[in-house]
Each structure stands twice: as C-alpha cells, then as structure tokens.
C-alpha cells in the first residue's frame, strides 16, 4: 500500500533529499508528458510511460482478430443494455503519471454519462484489456499491471493470442492491487465482474465462427 511505501521512506535518513530529487524528475516528466500530449495524432499510437514515450509497432493478425472479436461482442452488449461505454486502442486514459492506450476499456454509465465530444484524455476505466505481444508483455504485466490497480481500475483481463487464454484480475480495494480470479482457456467461459451479464466462452474471442454465434445470441435477446 502507499502509505507503507511512505513510512519506509520516511525512516530513511536522505528522506528529504530522495523526496526533492523525485520532485525535480517528476516536474521534468510532467513538462515532456504535455508536449507528448500536443504532439500526439491520431495516426500514431503511443503511450507516456514513467517520463519517456513508448511508440507501439504494427501487430500480428492473431492480435489484431482477439481484440477486433472481444471488442465487437463487448460494444454490442453495453450498447444494448446501456451500460456504458467501450473504446479500444486510440483512448487515451490519463492517470496520475502515465498516459495509456490499451487495447479495450470500459466505463459504467456514470463516468461514460461525462464524457464529451472533443474530450481526448479518460479517466481511469472499470475494465481494462490488454492483448499480449513480444514488445508488450513486460508492461502489460509489470507496471501498468500496479498502475491500473493503484488508479482504481476494478478488473484487468490479459489476453494471450498465442496459448489462446485470459487471465481475469480484480481488484482487491483493500491493498489496491490485482488478485487473480481466474486462468481461463478454450473450453472455459468468462465472466465479466465490472459488467453486469456478460459471459461468453473464451473461444469466442479467437474463432469468428463462435463469437457471431455469441452476438446473435446477444441480438437475440436470448
């Protein structure tokens, strides 16, 4: 928790001089995060991550069919039971430090209900995706896995292309950190615990046989 971290600060003696240090770095990064916001387009996707800017490259298209799959079924079924909203890759989501685009968020009706039409930075989301890739797993699991925890985010989801798997997280408010739920792979369904209602089998985010059986039966109201 933070204010362990601050206590063990605290007992050190350089304490004030760790703590003007840090002050000096962060009012550096917080200039170079402003410039990172002016200059970022449309066309590019990069994150600000902890003072420097990740560019993100072209990905596989087993990446590209696993977020387009999950995202369709997600959009369609918060869309028809007004649950919020869901946004993939180019939402920025502003947090204390860093400035994110993961691959799917999304947000209940009350944040989603503040949102405006040029708004381009989002507030910390109630479920984040993120799909694995060689240049991304050391983030995805390392710091925006704490970071997303520590700004509230009630459920993270990793998803694996390759093993074809989700690792389902939530967030114990207690610590402020992810427990794990569930490892879940083809054969096993999912459940969403930030979305009221939405459970679908894990092949459907890899098949699109499967996940056009699931938005029908979405349609359908079934």
């Not at 993270?156 to 490892?183: C, H, N, S």
């Amino acid at each position: 928790m933070i204010e362990n971290r601050v206590a063990d600060l605290l007992e050190a003696p350089d304490a004030r001089l760790v703590i003007e240090r840090a002050q000096a770095i962060l009012e550096g990064e917080a200039i170079r995060r402003k410039a990172f916001r002016e200059w970022l387009t449309d066309e590019v996707k990069a994150e600000f991550i902890n003072g420097e800017v990740i560019m993100h490259s072209p990905v596989k298209r087993r990446h590209l069919e696993a977020s387009s799959n999950l995202f369709t079924l997600l959009r369609i079924y918060v869309n028809l039971h007004k649950l919020g909203e869901v946004d993939s890759e180019k939402a920025l989501v502003g947090l204390t430090r860093n400035d994110y685009e993961p691959d799917i968020c999304f947000w209940n009706k009350e944040i989603a209900s503040s949102f405006e039409d040029d708004q381009m930075e989002h507030p910390a989301p109630d479920l984040i995706v993120e799909i694995l890739s060689k240049s991304t797993v050391g983030r995805d699991r390392g710091v925006k896995f704490e970071d997303y925890a520590a700004h509230g985010v009630l459920e993270y989801w990793i998803i694996d292309p390759v093993r074809k798997g989700v690792e389902q997280y939530i967030l114990d408010e207690g610590t402020m950190a992810f427990a794990t739920a569930a490892v879940l792979y083809v054969g096993d369904s999912v459940e969403a615990r930030s979305i009221p209602g939405f459970s679908i089998p894990v092949l459907a985010i890899f098949d699109k046989e499967e996940n056009l059986k699931v938005l029908q039966h979405f349609l359908s109201g079934k």
